[in-house]
């Protein structure tokens, strides 16, 4: 399958002329998806095809019955792919909470569970004024193809709450949650088994908390019921690594692909990370720890984008600095000292400015048909979920940009989130029951090399050395959850490579990982006995 057809409708249509590229989202995730299972799909289907040899002692009988196996196996194959893609399960609950006045005010939630091939279903929470059912709908499905892109054994869910934070005091909105937590819960989508929320936008380790706590108060005999949802404080069963993990997982996958020579060499960039320059749109979670990790790397940050102001300096932007500045400033970047601000008027989009790496971690739909043609990164990192549209991407992808995608490139929260949910059923911390043994043996193994020198006549002292000193106890709960992901983000992104040769894809590493997640699906159904 080449990408002639992709690149000749983003070439054909001229920037002059382009309409407003603005689809709904759930739209948006859908013509993604179905796009690759169309490639997919006549894939499988071809592979079914009767291959009848020129046997001459065949019966006309035999043959008949070799066909209606085969027309058999291709309606089953396109009844797994129609089954795959809606969401199956969709709550839209009206709740209504007290206020601090003594009013009472009626709120509206969803939740949407895409995919149940894998139990339970897991996905973020939001609170934001523009949450409906079309959000929540893509998201969950976005998570189905994340999970399974870097197996992870979850379905995919979302859920949010029509309302701004902000206009809500810290005891209004424990009640909003917890009101919600008993509706989710009253209708089968809560539960370790079931349905497995976690944080995203405007919601954190605070509200998790309250959701677990509400849940196990109608659930008091749920042994595992902290389990219920992830992303909790570490002190109610949350992880350590969780809060970085999202920026965490970017920086793994993009650093895969910047260090691969045949995707540099297709962008005409070199590999590794020494000298790049980068923008970050969005500073919030995830673009300070994906921003933090590439300039650990050597990578430098000239931009950064935000929703009320952006930053620029060529001679590069400190981003501990920054951080440090945004928390002691009411959590805006506006005004830093160690870089200039953008003038988007008369300078244009800080996110269309020259440099190699782009981080696309604000929201969705930021780059459309009707900006794309403007992107000069050569690498853009999708740490937001949703942030270029089904347009966008073929009109870069003809440009020869290599686009980095969501399902892949985000999937670090979800990873660490399937970590803490393990701990949870475990009952107990990574690493807690081997410490000691481990910081035991190794001192031992220190000590007999010492004997043994000395039984030859070498009085020489042997000591561990600074690296060994600090490892010499063994994994961490954090040592052994940043090497989960790690190793996590490594293998799903080579498989997502293996897939784009497979299917002679180039540079549309969207489509491949769309196919690398959708063929684990199907899989699941085909090897289980769909029905």
Known sequence: ???????????????????????????????????????????????????????????????????????????????????????????????????????????????????????????????????????????????????????VPFGGGKAGITLDSKAYSVSELERITRAFAQQLNKHGFLGPAVDVPAPDMYTGEREMAWMANEYQRLNPTDLNAPACVTGKPISQGGVHGRVSATGRGVFHGTDLFINNEKYCEMIGLTTGWEGKTFIMQGFGNVGFHSARYFARKGAKC?????????????????????????????????????????????EGS?????????????????????????????????????????????????????????????????????????????????????????????????????????AAGHNIPVIANEELEKSIHGASEKDIVHSGLAFTMKRAGLKIMETADEFDLGLDVRTAAYISSLRKVYEVYSQAGFN
């Open 350 to 454: 800080l996110i269309e400015a020259e440099c190699d790496i782009l981080g696309v971690c604000a929201k969705e739909k930021v780059i459309t048909a009707d900006n794309a043609h403007n992107i000069k990164a050569k690498i853009l990192s999708e740490g937001a979920n949703g942030p270029i549209t089904p347009r966008g991407h073929e009109i870069l992808v003809a440009n020869k940009q290599l686009v980095i995608p969501d399902l892949y490139l985000n999937a670090g929260g979800v990873t660490v989130s399937y970590f803490e949910w393990l701990k949870n059923l475990n009952h107990v911390s990574y690493g807690r029951l081997t410490w000691q043994f481990t910081e035991d043996q190794n001192r031992a193994i220190l000590g007999s090399v010492a004997e043994s020198l000395a």
């Open 1 to 151: 399958m080449s990408l002639s057809y992709t690149i000749k409708r983003a070439l054909s249509a001229s920037p002059k002329v382009l309409a407003a590229d603005n689809p709904k989202f759930y739209a948006m995730v859908l013509d993604f998806t179905q796009s690759s299972a169309d490639i997919l799909e006549k894939e499988l289907l071809k592979q079914n095809e009767l291959k009848i040899g020129h046997d001459l002692q065949m019966r006309e009988d035999q043959i008949k019955a070799m066909e209606r196996s085969v027309e058999q196996k291709q309606k089953t194959i396109e009844g797994i792919f129609d089954f795959m893609l809606p969401c199956k399960s969709i709550i839209e609950t009206n709740f209504r909470v007290r206020m601090d006045d003594g009013s009472h005010k009626v709120f509206s939630g969803y939740r949407a569970q895409h995919s149940h091939h894998r139990l339970p279903t897991k996905g973020g929470m939001r609170y934001a004024p523009d949450v409906d059912m079309d959000e929540v709908k893509a998201l969950a499905a976005l998570m189905t193809w994340k999970c399974a892109a870097c197996d």
């Open 302 to 346: 000239i931009g950064i984008s935000e929703y009320n102001g952006d930053l620029f300096n060529e001679n590069g932007i400190d981003i501990l600095a920054l951080e440090d500045y945004k928390l002691k400033n009411g959590g805006s970047i506006v005004g830093f000292p160690g870089a200039r601000a953008w003038d988007a008027e008369t």
